[in-house]
């Protein structure tokens, strides 16, 4: 059957992606990620989730998800085996902005991925999800926004020192 679910002010439960973001970001700038924080199982807090898909033989499919916290914005598709409760979603996580009061709960802080999208796999079980960044992906897309802001940098430089050449300034 098809699945249409829009859930505002909510947590997804035993997954917290903001520790997740914090971990990349520690790794990007060469540190020691920080261990979770806090009691109780892992979660992530959102003020709007929506998904849609399908149900066959058990497996929920997820052609399109979509996740706002305060600073995230998630995006991405997969699956799950309600039998197994086998787990393998690929989403996409960007901040949107720094998080009120700076670092996010957990002390990691999030200022390296300002603007970055950072792929996510999300495998294993529904009591025992593994989170892993594909790093190849992150650099791709870190490198590819460095080269533009220097070539968009370098582009007004020189149309910078040609408009000087032009009126004699």
Same mark, same amino acid.
């Given at each position: 059957?098809?699945?249409?679910?829009?859930?505002?002010?909510?947590?997804?439960?035993?997954?917290?992606?903001?520790?997740? +973001?914090?971990? =990349?970001?520690?790794?990007?700038?060469? !540190? /020691?990620? *920080?261990?979770? @924080?806090?009691?109780?199982?892992?979660?992530?807090?959102?003020?709007?989730?929506?998904?849609?898909?399908?149900?066959?033989?058990?497996?929920?499919?997820?052609?399109?998800?979509?996740?706002?916290?305060?600073?995230?914005?998630?995006?991405?598709?997969?699956? +799950?085996?309600? =039998?197994?409760?086998?787990?393998?979603? !690929? /989403?996409? *996580?960007?901040? @949107?902005?720094?998080?009120?009061?700076?670092?996010?709960?957990?002390?990691?802080?999030?200022?390296?991925?300002?603007?970055?999208?950072?792929?996510?796999?999300?495998?294993?079980?529904?009591?025992?999800?593994?989170?892993?960044?594909?790093?190849?992906?992150?650099?791709?897309?870190?490198?590819?926004?460095?080269?533009? !802001?220097?070539?968009?940098?370098?582009?007004?430089?020189?149309?910078?020192?040609?408009?000087?050449?032009?009126?004699?300034?």
């Amino acid at each position: 059957g098809k699945i249409d679910v829009n859930v505002k002010q909510g947590a997804v439960v035993g997954l917290d992606v903001v520790y997740e +973001l914090q971990r =990349v970001n520690a790794l990007l700038k060469r !540190q /020691v990620p *920080a261990q979770r @924080t806090g009691s109780g199982p892992a979660r992530t807090n959102f003020n709007a989730l929506q998904m849609n898909g399908g149900l066959d033989q058990g497996v929920l499919r997820i052609d399109d998800l979509k996740m706002e916290t305060d600073f995230l914005r998630v995006h991405g598709k997969g699956t +799950l085996d309600s =039998v197994t409760e086998a787990i393998n979603y !690929q /989403v996409v *996580a960007a901040v @949107t902005k720094p998080p009120a009061g700076g670092a996010p709960a957990g002390g990691g802080s999030l200022d390296a991925l300002g603007g970055v999208e950072v792929p996510l796999t999300i495998t294993g079980t529904m009591s025992s999800p593994t989170v892993r960044p594909d790093i190849e992906a992150l650099a791709k897309g870190k490198l590819g926004q460095e080269v533009q !802001q220097k070539a968009g940098d370098l582009v007004k430089k020189k149309l910078g020192d040609k408009l000087k050449d032009l009126f004699g300034h």
